[in-house]
C-alpha cells in the first residue's frame, strides 16, 4: 500500500500515503529517531552500570589502569570526534539551504575524521595487545599486578569495542547519504530529514565517546 | 452513535463466504493473494496475521515442553527422560514462552492489527520498520531454535551466572538469539509510540484512545526503555560465555550479582510488557460485553503508566535471598507492592463496570471472569512474594512457579484467548461456534486452576523448583498439577479446531457484538487501508454504551 507514494512540490520530498500531511511525516521521523537515539544511551547504560560496580569494587585497579591509558591519543581522538559532530551538523545547515554540494563536502569531511579516529583507535589497541592489558584471562601485563586490572580492560575493551562499532555503523549511514547528497543532490528545504538523522545519530556516537573518554581516561 | 452504522461496512458487502469479494475494496484478506503478496506485505494487519502464525506455532513448540515437564514430575524419580535433558526442556519451555510468546503475542499480534484501527489511521507510523521487525523477530527464534536443537542449553531461562558463563551447553547462540528478538521489540514498541503520537485521527484526543492504546502505549514505553540494557547484558553473557572475559565470574574479581541486577532491570518491567496488553484487551472485553462505558477511564489509563512507571523499581524482589542490605530489600518489597496499588485500581474499576451492566456471557467474557481471578488470585500472592519475611522461605519454591504462572501467564493467556475470540470475527470477517467457546474456555480456566494451585501446595510446603526428582510425600500433589495440564492441553486443542472450523465455514459476520470500540468502524474484515470513503468521525468516547436516556447515571469520566 506504501508503493502508492506522491510526490510533493519541492526538494523530492515523498509523503507516504498513510501520513496526514509531510509536517507530520517528518515530526514522525525525528520522533522515531529520538527514540532509538534513547535506546541506544540505555545501551551503553549498562556498560556504564558495570563500570560504576566495578570501579566501587576496585577502586586501585581502576586507579592505576586508568594512567596506563594513553591520555594524548585518547585527547586526540576526542577533537577529531567533536569536529567531526561540527561538520555533520553543518550538513544539516547546507541540506536546509538545498546547496547538495556542500552537504556532501561535509558529510565527506566527517568521515575522513572518523577514520583518522578508528586508526588511532587500531593503534591503542595494537600497542594494548602487545604489552598484554587485555581482558579477562588473556591479561598478562606485569606493570600493574593489582586485583581487578584484568577487569578494567574487560570494561575498557567491551565499551570501546562497542564504541567502535556504532563508529562503523555511523559512517554507513553517512557515506550513503553522502552519496545520495552528491549523485542525485535532492535534498531541500522540504526535504532534509535524511540528512538530519544521519547526522543525529552521529552526535550520539560522539556523545557517548565523550562520556568514555573522561571515564576511561581521565578518572 | 451514528457512524457505526453508515460507515460500518462500505466495501464488504456481507456474503457467505469471504473470497468472493473483487469489488473496488477488497479486505486486505483477499488484496492480492500470492505468497510475495503476503511475504513483503506493510500491511500491519496482514504483518499481525503473520506473526499470529509464528506466534502460535511457538507457543505450541513451548506447551509441548511443558507437557514434557509435568510428565516428568508424574512420578517421584526419572519417568520419560534424564537428569540433563530435563534441564534443557524446563530451560527451552521458558526461553520459548517468555521471548518467542509472551512478551510478543499481544502487541505483535493484536497490537499490530488494532492499534491504526484505533486510532483511525491507514496504517503504523513505520510500516517498513514493522516488516522488519517481523523477520527480526524470526531470525532472532531461529537462532534460539538453532542453539536449541544443537545440543541446547541447561542454565534456566535467567540465563544466571556464573553457571551460564561455563556451562557446556551451547549458550552463546540462544542468548544471541535472544538479543535478535529483542530489537524486533524495540522496533515494535517504537513504532507504536510514533504511530500514537502523530497518527490520530481528527477527533481522538489523548483521552478518546481506547485504554486498548494506553496499555500499548505503556508497554512500548518499557520495550523502549528497558530492552536494551537486556540486549548489552546478553551480549556481555555470550562473550563471557565465548571468550571467558570474567565480566560475571567471582574467579576473575567479576560479580553474578551485577548480571541479576542488570537482568531483571529489564526482566521484572518485562513482566508489565507481557501482562499490561492484556489489561487493555480486558478494558476493551469489559466495556463491551456489560454493554457499558468504561468505569473511571482516566484512572485506569493512568494506571497502565503507573505500572510501566513503578515496574522500573520493583527489580530488586527478585534477589532478596542474593546479599541484598535489609534496607534495600525493604525498600523493594515496598516499590514492587505498589504494583498492586495501580493493578487494583483497574480491578476495582473493571467490576464497576460490570456493576449493573447489561452482560453478555460470551466467550471472551467468559475469559474475562477468568482473568479476573488470576489476577487478583496471582496478585495477592505478589503482594505476599514481595513481603521479605514470607519471600526468603518461598524463595526458588514452586510457590513462586505458581505465582508467576498465575499472574503473567494465567492473566495474559486469559487476556491473549479473550482478544483471540473478541476481534476473530474483526479479523476473518467470520464467527465461531459460541457452544465450543464456552466449553472450551471453562476447561481452560479449570485446567489452569487444577495445574497451578497444587504447585502453590508443593511450593509451600517446601519442594524447590527446577527439581528433577523429589520425595514421595510430594507426588499426589504432582500428579494432580498434572492432570491440571492435561486438561488445559485438551481445552487448546479443542480451541484450534473450532477456530480453524470457524475459519473455513464460520458464519459471516460483521459486528457481532454491537461493539463500539473504534476498530469496528470499519468493514471486517477491513479493507486493505483500513477505511473506505470517508473518514469515521470520532464524536464520542471510545467505549461509549450508555443509552442518552440513562446519561445522568452515566459512569462517563
Known sequence: MQSSHSASAQGGAKLAAHFASLDVQKHAARLGMWLFLATEIL?????????????????????????????????????????????????????????????????????????????IKYFEYKHKFHIGTLPGRYYFYDGIQVPGAPMFFTVYFASTALHAFHVIIGMTVLAIIMVRAYRKGDFGPNNYTAVELGSMYWHLVDLVWIFLFPMLYLV | MTPSSSIAAPGAAPGHEAHHEHGDHPSYLVDGTTVKSWLLTVDHKRIGIMYMFWVLLFFLVGGIFA????????????????????????????????????????????????????????????????????????????????GMLNGGLDTGWTFYTPYSAHTTTTVAPVLFGAFIIGFSSILTGMNF?????????????????????????????????????????????????????????????????????????????A??????????????????????????????????????????????HHMFVSGQSTFDAGIFGALSMLVGVFTAIKVFNWVGTV???????????????????????????????????????????????????????????????????????????KTYHEGWGLVSAALIILGFNATFIPQFLLGNAGMPRRYYEYPERFQALNVASTAGASLLAFGFVIIALYLVWALIYGKRVDNPWGSKGYEWLTASPPPTHNFVGPQPTYPEEPHFYVDPKKAEVSDAV
Open chain 2, 193 to 269: 509510540i510514533v504511530t500514537a503520537h502523530t497518527m490520530r485521527a481528527p477527533g481522538i484526543t489523548w483521552f478518546k484512545m481506547p485504554l486498548f492504546v494506553w496499555a500499548l502505549y505503556a508497554t512500548s514505553c518499557i520495550q523502549v526503555l528497558a530492552t536494551p540494557v537486556i540486549g548489552l547484558l546478553l551480549l556481555l553473557v555470550s562473550a563471557e560465555n565465548l571468550f571467558n572475559l570474567g565480566m560475571f565470574d567471582v574467579a576473575r574479581g567479576g560479580d553474578p550479582v551485577l548480571f541479576q541486577h542488570l537482568f531483571w532491570f529489564y526482566s521484572h518491567p
Open chain 1, 43 to 119: 545501551l551503553f547504560a549498562g556498560l556504564f552500570a558495570c563500570y560504576a560496580a566495578y570501579r566501587f569494587l576496585f577502586p586501585e585497579a581502576w586507579a592505576a589502569s586508568s594512567r596506563s591509558l594513553d591520555l594524548l591519543m585518547g585527547s586526540i581522538n576526542t577533537i577529531v570526534l567533536i569536529t567531526s559532530s561540527f561538520t555533520a551538523a553543518m550538513a544539516v545547515h547546507y541540506a536546509k539551504e538545498g546547496k547538495n554540494k556542500m552537504v556532501g563536502h561535509m558529510f565527506f569531511l566527517t568521515l575522513l575524521m572518523a577514520g583518522a579516529f578508528l586508526v
Open chain 2, 271 to 316: 513482566v508489565y510488557i507481557m501482562v499490561l496488553p492484556a489489561f487493555g484487551v480486558m478494558s476493551e472485553v469489559v466495556s463491551t460485553f456489560s454493554r457499558k462505558n468504561i468505569f473511571g477511564y482516566r484512572a485506569v489509563a493512568y494506571s497502565s503508566v503507573g505500572i510501566a512507571f513503578v515496574g522500573f523499581f520493583a527489580w530488586g
Open chain 2, 355 to 429: 456493576y449493573k451492566g447489561a452482560v453478555e456471557f460470551t466467550t471472551p467474557f467468559a475469559y474475562f471472569c477468568g482473568f479476573l481471578f488470576f489476577t487478583v488470585f496471582g496478585g495477592m500472592t505478589g503482594i505476599a512474594v514481595a513481603t521479605v519475611s514470607l519471600d526468603v522461605p518461598w524463595h526458588d519454591t514452586y510457590f513462586v512457579v505458581a505465582h508467576f504462572h498465575f499472574i503473567m501467564v494465567g492473566a495474559t493467556i486469559m487476556a491473549f484467548l479473550a482478544a483471540l475470540h473478541y476481534w476473530f470475527p474483526k479479523m476473518f470477517g
Open chain 2, 67 to 146: 507437557m514434557m515437564i509435568r510428565l516428568e514430575l508424574l512420578t517421584p524419580g526419572p519417568t520419560i527422560m534424564d537428569a540433563m535433558t530435563y534441564n534443557r526442556t524446563f530451560t527451552l519451555h521458558g526461553v520459548v514462552m517468555i521471548f518467542l510468546f509472551m512478551i510478543p503475542a499481544i502487541p505483535a499480534i493484536f497490537g499490530n492489527f488494532m492499534l491504526p484501527l484505533m486510532l483511525g489511521a491507514k496504517d503504523v507510523a513505520f510500516p517498513r520498520l514493522n516488516l522488519l521487525s517481523l523477520y527480526v523477530y524470526l531470525a532472532g527464534a531461529g537462532f534460539a531454535l538453532w
